[in-house]
C-alpha cells in the first residue's frame, strides 16, 4: 500500500490572506505526510484550516510559505500556469456540491475534464469498469439536474479519476447526501483506494465518513494536532 | 458545450441572434437598397434604347435635373450629324421624396426604343395624361383611368400602365411639362441613337467636338458609371452603416457574454478546478460568441427577405432593394467581428476568475 517516497510532503506549511489591511493566518506552519496509496481523513472544525490546506493541494491558491510537494512536485515554486497543469492531470477533485456542469450530460461532464487534459483517444478499459463499479452505466446520458445526489457525486468521482491523477483530494464528498448514498460514495471512495491503490485526502466534518480512511488528521487552528 | 451553453438560456440566445441579426440585416439592407436603386436607374437608362447620352453642364452621375436652357435646339443639331437616326430630349422634374417626372415626346421615343409594352390603356391621349410602371401602380394601387395628384400643380389622368424599364416610373408629354414648369424649349438629357453600333465611337466623338463642356457619354459608360463606388454619397452612407453594425454587434455580444460570464461563475470555477487554462475558458466564451454571431448571420440574411418585403410594401416605389448573396460573407463576416470584439472583456474577466472565489460562488 505504501511507497518509499511519499505522495505528499508538507512541512511548516503557512498560509496567510489579507483581508484589506487585516492579515489572516489560515495554516501556521503545518507538517503532513502521506504515503502513495494511503487513505487519509482530515478532520476539524470550521475555521481550522482544513479548507486552505485542501486549496493549496489542489493548486488552487500558492502557499505563503514552507514546502509542499505532490509526488515530487514543489508546489511553492509553481507558476500560476505549473498549478493549471497539477490540475489537469496531478490532482482530481471531489467537493461537497458535486460541481458538474449542469449544461452537459454525465458522459459530456468526464469528457470535458479529459479535453482539458489532452487526452482525446478512447477512455480505457479501467475508466469503463470504474464506471461499473460506480453504478452510474445507466445514467451517463443524463444531465445533472436529473440525477440524484449520490448518482451526480458518482459521476463527479468518476470525472476526477478519469485522468489517472497521482491524487484524488475530496472535500466533504458526503455532506449533501443522505446516509445511504453517503456510505455508498465512501466505499465507493475506499474501493478506489484499494482496488486501484488510488491516493485520497478526504475533509470531512464527519468522524464516521473519517473512519473509511487509513488514518485520520485533526487540524485546528491552522495546525495539525495529532 | 458550447452549444450546450446556448441552449441553456434560449430565449437570450434567440434575442442576441436576433439583435445580431438586426445588424446584418442593416447591412444587407443598405447594400440592397443601394444597388437595387442603381441597378433599376441602369436598366432604364438601357431601356430608353440610346446609344449615347448628352447632358447638361455639371451634372452628377445620379442627377439628372438641370436643363439645357435650349435643349430643344441642341437636339435639332445632334439629329441633323452624320450616323444619327434619332434623337429626342427628355425633361425629368423633380416632384420630391428623391422622385421625379419624365416628360417624353412619344413618337420620338417610340423610333428609338421600340416603344412601351402597355399593360393597361394606351397611349397619351389628353394633356395631363401619364404613364406610369407596373411597379409604381402597384405600389400606388393606380390603374388606366385613375386620377393621380403629385402636388406639382396638376392632377394627371392615368391613361397607362407600362411594363418598367424604360426611363421613368412616371411619363408625362414633354411640352405638358415644359409648360407646367416653365421650361419651354428646355430638355434634361438627350438621348442619340446611331445608325450601327461600330459608329457610336465616332459619332461620340463628334458630339463631344460639338458639345464643348456637356458630359457625353455612351450608354454603357454611363450604366458603369451607375454603380456603388462611383458615387460617394452611397458608398459613405454604406461605411457608416457597416460601422453601426459593427458596433450594435459588438454591444449585443458584450452584454450577453457579460451576463454569461456573471451567471457562470461557478461553472468557470469548476473548468477552473479540472486545469482549465484562462485560453480554454477565453476560447468557449469565443466559440459561443461566434455561434451566437453564426446564428445572427442566419437570422440576419432570412430578414433580409422581410426587409425587401417592406420595401416594396411600404416605402416610395423608386426604392428597390435587390437581395445581395454576395455581401452575405462581408456582413457575416463583420458581425463576426463586433462578436469576437464583444466577447474580449467578458472572455478576459472569466478567464482571470480566482478558482476558490468562482466556486464558492452560488
Known amino acids: 500500500m505504501t511507497d518509499e517516497r511519499p505522495m505528499i510532503e508538507i512541512h511548516g506549511l503557512k498560509k496567510v490572506f489579507h483581508t484589506g489591511e487585516v492579515e489572516v493566518h489560515a495554516l501556521r506552519g503545518v507538517d503532513l505526510s502521506v504515503a502513495k496509496g494511503e487513505f487519509v481523513a482530515v478532520s476539524g472544525p470550521s475555521g481550522s484550516g482544513k479548507s486552505t490546506l485542501f486549496h493549496i493541494l489542489g493548486g488552487l491558491t500558492p502557499p505563503t510559505s514552507g514546502s509542499v510537494s505532490i509526488a515530487g512536485r514543489d508546489l511553492l515554486s509553481m507558476t500560476e500556469a505549473e498549478r493549471t497543469e497539477l490540475r489537469k492531470n496531478g490532482v482530481g477533485f471531489v467537493f461537497q456540491k458535486y460541481n458538474l456542469l449542469p449544461t452537459l450530460t454525465a458522459t459530456e461532464n468526464i469528457e470535458i475534464a479529459r479535453d482539458i487534459a489532452g487526452h482525446h483517444g478512447p477512455r480505457s478499459a479501467q475508466f469503463e469498469e470504474i464506471v461499473k463499479l460506480l453504478g452510474i452505466g445507466g ?58 491503490g488510488q491516493t485520497i485526502l478526504m475533509i470531512t466534518h464527519d468522524a464516521e465518513a473519517a473512519s473509511f480512511a487509513h488514518r485520520i488528521v485533526r487540524m485546528k487552528d491552522g495546525r495539525i494536532v495529532n | 458545450m458550447v452549444w450546450e451553453n446556448l441552449k441553456h438560456r434560449p430565449v437570450r440566445t434567440f434575442l442576441s441572434a436576433i439583435f445580431i441579426g438586426i445588424s446584418v440585416t442593416l447591412i444587407l439592407t443598405m447594400v440592397g437598397l443601394s444597388r437595387g436603386v442603381l441597378d433599376d436607374v441602369r436598366e432604364r437608362a438601357r431601356g430608353s434604347g440610346a446609344d449615347i447620352v448628352i447632358r447638361p453642364p455639371n451634372s452628377t452621375v445620379l442627377a439628372f435635373s438641370g436643363n439645357m436652357p435650349h435643349g430643344e435646339k441642341i437636339v435639332d443639331l445632334v439629329r441633323q450629324r452624320p450616323h444619327v437616326t434619332v434623337a429626342t430630349g427628355v425633361l425629368i422634374e423633380s416632384i420630391g421624396n428623391f422622385q421625379s417626372i419624365t416628360g417624353i415626346n412619344l413618337d420620338e421615343f417610340n423610333a428609338m426604343s421600340g416603344g412601351f409594352h402597355y399593360l393597361e390603356g394606351g397611349p397619351f391621349q389628353r394633356p395631363d395624361d401619364l404613364m406610369v410602371d407596373e411597379s409604381y401602380a402597384d405600389s400606388k394601387n393606380l390603374h388606366a383611368g385613375s386620377s393621380l395628384d403629385l402636388g406639382n400643380g396638376q392632377v394627371w389622368h392615368i391613361c397607362a400602365v407600362v411594363e418598367p424599364g424604360k426611363l421613368s416610373q412616371l411619363i408625362a408629354q414633354r411640352n405638358r411639362l415644359q409648360d407646367l414648369y416653365s421650361a419651354t424649349g428646355e430638355v434634361s438629357v438627350i438621348y442619340v441613337k446611331v445608325d450601327q453600333k461600330t459608329n457610336v465611337p465616332s459619332v461620340l466623338d463628334d458630339l463631344m467636338n460639338l458639345l464643348d463642356g456637356y458630359p457625353i457619354y455612351t450608354i454603357e459608360q454611363l450604366a458603369n458609371m451607375i454603380s456603388v463606388d462611383n458615387i460617394s454619397l452611397v458608398k459613405g452612407f454604406t461605411r457608416v452603416v457597416i460601422g453601426i453594425a459593427v458596433v450594435v454587434g459588438f454591444l449585443v455580444v458584450l452584454l450577453t457574454m457579460y451576463t454569461a460570464v456573471l451567471e457562470r461563475t461557478r461553472e468557470i470555477g469548476i473548468l477552473k478546478a479540472l486545469g482549465a487554462s484562462p485560453g480554454y475558458i477565453l476560447g468557449i466564451l469565443m466559440r459561443e460568441s461566434i455561434l451566437l454571431a453564426v446564428c445572427g448571420s442566419i437570422a440576419g440574411i432570412v430578414m433580409t427577405y422581410g426587409s425587401q418585403f417592406l420595401v416594396h410594401k411600404f416605402a416610395p416605389p423608386f426604392l428597390r432593394q435587390a ?18 470584439l464583444g466577447a474580449i472583456y467578458p472572455g478576459l474577466k472569466a478567464a482571470r476568475q480566482d478558482a476558490i472565489e468562482a466556486l464558492s460562488y452560488d
Do not use: C, F
Open chain 2, 323 to 340: 437581395i445581395v448573396p454576395d455581401w452575405w460573407p462581408y456582413a457575416s463576416g463583420i458581425s463576426m467581428i463586433g462578436a469576437v
Open chain 1, 139 to 196: 445514467r451517463m446520458d443524463h444531465k445533472p439536474r436529473a440525477l440524484s445526489g449520490g448518482e451526480q457525486q458518482r459521476v463527479a468521482i468518476a470525472r476526477a479519476i478519469v485522468n489517472d491523477p497521482a491524487l484524488l483530494l475530496a472535500d466533504e464528498p458526503t455532506g449533501n447526501l443522505d446516509s445511504e448514498n453517503s456510505e455508498a460514495v465512501l466505499k465507493i471512495l475506499r474501493d478506489l483506494n484499494e482496488r486501484l
